[in-house]
């Protein structure tokens, strides 16, 4: 067995598998030591055909290459590539040699590694990652230096296939792990079968900004599902974008700046280096030699003002808020609620945390946090909101550990009125009854079905009543279950596996349920079901909330280049949603992109903005 650290993002150990394939999944060998050896082998020999390398487990001698690549932090080791390729497509050249301290050769060495092949699976052998092949516990030897590095293989819109993957093997679990590479047919098994070798980009265009971690991604494909902010948007499971690729760069940052990237943008240049595979984000171009970034101005985006009949109601992920935060934090998204939401006249928000935020401490009053932030909005310019919502019991929403995160509504007292209907609270539900020929909500503000398994350990929706112009309108607001532990798209299962949606859908449909509720004591009530869905416009989540035609999801009424809230590892794609009553049929969106798609965030989240007249 081999081990090393991840990369640089985080420095904890993760699992890693010296692997025989048993029903699709990764398991430690016991048919193979280290002393079993191979010599003579070559790189190609042990990278093999498929995903994983037929010596894994053995013991290779003398293999020779050229060092294309060094790594002197986070995993530590090196790169080095045969410069005399074999005629098959599908070996790569090149492999990762992890020398767990800082490795002594110099790009240009020519090198005789001997040491044990393993495979490595970034996250755990349970993340459901492919696994990346490497030489651990090497000797190396030095035989010469300046020699040039083999020449990379370009990253194009010609070279990467537009298909994304086989589908897996349902005798294996699903996995492709056994599956021969078809590289000229998938992009998962064309960049496979560059694993560890030299690639370069040319000018590309950035489609995911440069993050916290010194990461952006580019896209090699420029007429790929673009955005009409130049992004590349992710309209389906089957659309996955095969031409983004994530870039990296050897060299800390302490010794070379990373570039700062908005959507957009463009890596101009020559960008080249090996292809690594990685934990968060998969294959990636570990830059040795990084281009520059030639800046498009995206700008923030700016909805108009409400008319004078028209209600304006907006959601918005304000990314765990809490007293705790600076002052900037508070007067930024304030003035985006002022100047690029247009004061809207009802704001549900989405991760409001307690009053200290993530001290653990059993907290769970936000009061403080709300006034802080509607004293930052009325500071910049904007209404003196008032605010309903419920605190949460203590340690059973969700979200990070002593935040106490929960829904909040924000309205204009001068534009509509609240309907208190006391004894709201957070373990009992709201309920709906007919009133006068009319629907009507038992609590308002009330939550929905709290005690429903559905919503254990997360954030249960938030029901409300307001009156605008003499007109009910109905809103719920929501924060479901997010993707984590979903497998990644770069999974070794195919299509992956995507656990997390199983809650996602039972909470849908307990909305769903009671908006049918609703509809059905007043068939033509207004209700808008709003909030950070963390699922996709063509979800089955979605599809769920829609159920019966009880809601649209307003975002379809965009043009498919315009249907985005977030941007996630290269992808523009929806999170954030509302979803209209059949009423409620002629209205305008505006999914306003302020954040998601730049370097400098105020939130990872763009909001949402629906108008229409009641």
Same mark, same amino acid.
């Given at each position: 067995?081999?081990?090393?650290?991840?990369?640089?993002?985080?420095? +904890?150990?993760?699992?890693?598998?010296?692997?025989?394939?048993?029903?699709?999944?990764?398991?430690?060998?016991?048919?193979?030591?280290?002393?079993?050896?191979?010599?003579?082998?070559?790189?190609?020999?042990?990278?093999?055909?498929?995903?994983?390398?037929?010596?894994?487990?053995?013991?290779?001698?003398?293999?020779?290459?050229?060092?294309?690549?060094?790594?002197?932090?986070?995993?530590?080791?090196?790169?080095?590539?045969?410069?005399?390729?074999?005629?098959?497509?599908?070996?790569?050249?090149?492999?990762?040699?992890?020398?767990?301290?800082?490795?002594?050769?110099?790009?240009?060495?020519?090198?005789?590694?001997?040491?044990?092949?393993?495979? @490595?699976?970034?996250?755990?052998?349970?993340?459901?990652?492919?696994?990346?092949?490497?030489?651990?516990?090497?000797?190396?030897?030095?035989?010469?230096?300046?020699?040039?590095?083999?020449?990379?293989?370009?990253?194009?819109?010609?070279?990467?296939?537009?298909?994304?993957?086989?589908?897996?093997?349902?005798?294996?679990?699903?996995?492709?792990?056994?599956?021969?590479?078809?590289?000229?047919?998938?992009?998962?098994?064309?960049?496979?079968?560059?694993?560890?070798?030299?690639?370069?980009?040319?000018?590309?265009?950035?489609?995911?900004?440069?993050? +916290?971690?010194?990461?952006?991604?580019?896209?090699?494909?420029?007429?790929e599902n673009v955005s009409r902010r130049g992004g590349a948007v992710y309209g389906s499971y089957t659309a996955q974008n095969t031409g983004r690729i994530q870039i990296q760069q050897l060299a800390p940052v302490a010794q070379q700046p990373f570039p700062k990237a908005d959507v957009g943008d463009v890596l101009s240049g020559r960008t080249e280096g090996p292809l690594d595979f990685n934990q968060f984000g998969g294959y990636t171009l570990t830059a040795r030699t990084l281009g520059t970034v030639t800046d498009r101005g995206l700008v923030r985006e700016e909805t108009r003002a409400q008319r004078g009949g028209e209600l304006s109601v907006a959601s918005y992920n304000v990314e765990n808020l809490d007293p705790t935060d600076p002052q900037e934090k508070f007067d930024a998204l304030a003035a985006a609620v002022v100047d690029n939401l247009a004061s809207p006249d009802i704001l549900a928000l989405e991760e409001i945390q307690d009053n200290n935020g993530a001290k653990n401490d059993g907290t769970v009053a936000a009061d403080e946090t709300l006034r802080k932030f509607i004293t930052a909005i009325t500071a910049a310019g904007g209404p003196a909101y008032e605010w309903r919502s419920i605190d949460p019991v203590d340690k059973r929403?969700?979200?990070?550990?002593?935040?106490?995160?929960?829904?909040?509504?924000?309205?204009?007292?001068? %534009?509509?009125?609240?309907?208190?209907?006391?004894?709201?609270?957070?373990?009992?539900?709201?309920?709906?009854?007919?009133?006068?020929?009319?629907?009507?909500?038992?609590?308002?503000?009330?939550?929905?079905?709290?005690?429903?398994?559905?919503?254990?350990?997360?954030?249960?929706?938030?029901?409300?009543?307001?009156?605008?112009?003499? %007109?009910?309108?109905?809103?719920?607001?929501?924060?479901?279950?997010?993707?984590?532990?979903?497998?990644?798209?770069?999974?070794?299962?195919?299509?992956?596996?995507?656990?997390?949606?199983?809650?996602?859908?039972?909470?849908?449909?307990?909305?769903?349920?009671?908006?049918?509720?609703?509809?059905?004591?007043?068939?033509?009530?207004?209700?808008?079901?709003?909030?950070?869905?963390?699922?996709?416009?063509?979800?089955?989540?979605?599809? +769920?909330?829609?159920?019966?035609?009880?809601?649209?999801? +307003?975002?379809?009424?965009?043009?498919?280049?315009?249907?985005?809230?977030?941007? @996630?590892?290269?992808?523009?794609?929806?999170?954030?949603?509302?979803?209209?009553?059949?009423?409620?049929?002629?209205?305008? @969106?505006?999914?306003?992109?302020?954040?998601?798609?730049?370097?400098?965030?105020?939130?990872?989240?763009?909001?949402?903005?629906?108008?229409? %007249?009641?």
């Amino acid at each position: 067995m081999t081990a090393r650290s991840s990369l640089p993002r985080s420095a +904890a150990v993760a699992a890693v598998v010296a692997a025989a394939l048993t029903g699709g999944l990764l398991a430690a060998s016991t048919s193979a030591s280290a002393s079993d050896a191979a010599d003579g082998t070559r790189i190609h020999d042990i990278q093999g055909s498929t995903r994983i390398s037929p010596l894994v487990g053995q013991q290779v001698t003398d293999v020779t290459g050229i060092v294309t690549g060094v790594r002197t932090y986070g995993s530590k080791g090196f790169w080095f590539q045969d410069p005399q390729a074999d005629r098959s497509a599908a070996t790569s050249e090149g492999i990762f040699v992890f020398t767990s301290s800082a490795p002594t050769v110099a790009v240009g060495d020519a090198v005789k590694v001997t040491g044990t092949v393993g495979e @490595y699976v970034p996250g755990g052998a349970n993340s459901g990652n492919q696994a990346l092949t490497q030489i651990a516990k090497p000797t190396v030897i030095v035989t010469s230096s300046g020699n040039a590095v083999p020449a990379p293989v370009t990253l194009s819109a010609k070279s990467v296939p537009s298909a994304y993957a086989p589908e897996g093997d349902p005798a294996a679990g699903g996995s492709i792990n056994a599956l021969p590479l078809q590289p000229r047919t998938y992009a998962l098994d064309f960049y496979e079968s560059l694993e560890g070798s030299n690639v370069r980009v040319g000018s590309s265009r950035v489609v995911g900004a440069t993050d +916290a971690y010194n990461e952006l991604w580019v896209t090699v494909k420029p007429h790929e599902n673009v955005s009409r902010r130049g992004g590349a948007v992710y309209g389906s499971y089957t659309a996955q974008n095969t031409g983004r690729i994530q870039i990296q760069q050897l060299a800390p940052v302490a010794q070379q700046p990373f570039p700062k990237a908005d959507v957009g943008d463009v890596l101009s240049g020559r960008t080249e280096g090996p292809l690594d595979f990685n934990q968060f984000g998969g294959y990636t171009l570990t830059a040795r030699t990084l281009g520059t970034v030639t800046d498009r101005g995206l700008v923030r985006e700016e909805t108009r003002a409400q008319r004078g009949g028209e209600l304006s109601v907006a959601s918005y992920n304000v990314e765990n808020l809490d007293p705790t935060d600076p002052q900037e934090k508070f007067d930024a998204l304030a003035a985006a609620v002022v100047d690029n939401l247009a004061s809207p006249d009802i704001l549900a928000l989405e991760e409001i945390q307690d009053n200290n935020g993530a001290k653990n401490d059993g907290t769970v009053a936000a009061d403080e946090t709300l006034r802080k932030f509607i004293t930052a909005i009325t500071a910049a310019g904007g209404p003196a909101y008032e605010w309903r919502s419920i605190d949460p019991v203590d340690k059973r929403d969700g979200g990070e550990p002593g935040g106490s995160i929960r829904q909040v509504f924000l309205f204009n007292p001068e %534009r509509v009125s609240f309907t208190d209907r006391a004894g709201g609270d957070a373990t009992t539900p709201t309920g709906v009854v007919r009133e006068k020929g009319r629907a009507a909500l038992t609590l308002s503000p009330g939550r929905i079905d709290p005690a429903n398994a559905a919503w254990a350990d997360s954030r249960k929706p938030l029901a409300v009543e307001f009156t605008f112009r003499g %007109r009910t309108v109905f809103l719920i607001a929501n924060h479901f279950g997010s993707k984590g532990g979903d497998e990644s798209l770069v999974s070794h299962h195919q299509p992956p596996v995507r656990g997390s949606e199983v809650k996602r859908l039972a909470q849908a449909k307990s909305v769903n349920a009671f908006v049918k509720d609703i509809l059905k004591a007043q068939r033509g009530a207004d209700v808008l079901v709003l909030g950070d869905i963390n699922d996709f416009e063509f979800s089955a989540t979605t599809k +769920a909330l829609t159920d019966g035609g009880a809601l649209y999801p +307003a975002v379809k009424s965009l043009p498919k280049s315009e249907r985005y809230s977030y941007v @996630y590892q290269g992808n523009s794609q929806v999170l954030d949603q509302i979803l209209t009553s059949p009423s409620i049929d002629d209205f305008a @969106y505006d999914s306003v992109h302020i954040n998601a798609e730049f370097a400098d965030q105020n939130s990872d989240h763009d909001p949402q903005v629906l108008r229409f %007249r009641p």
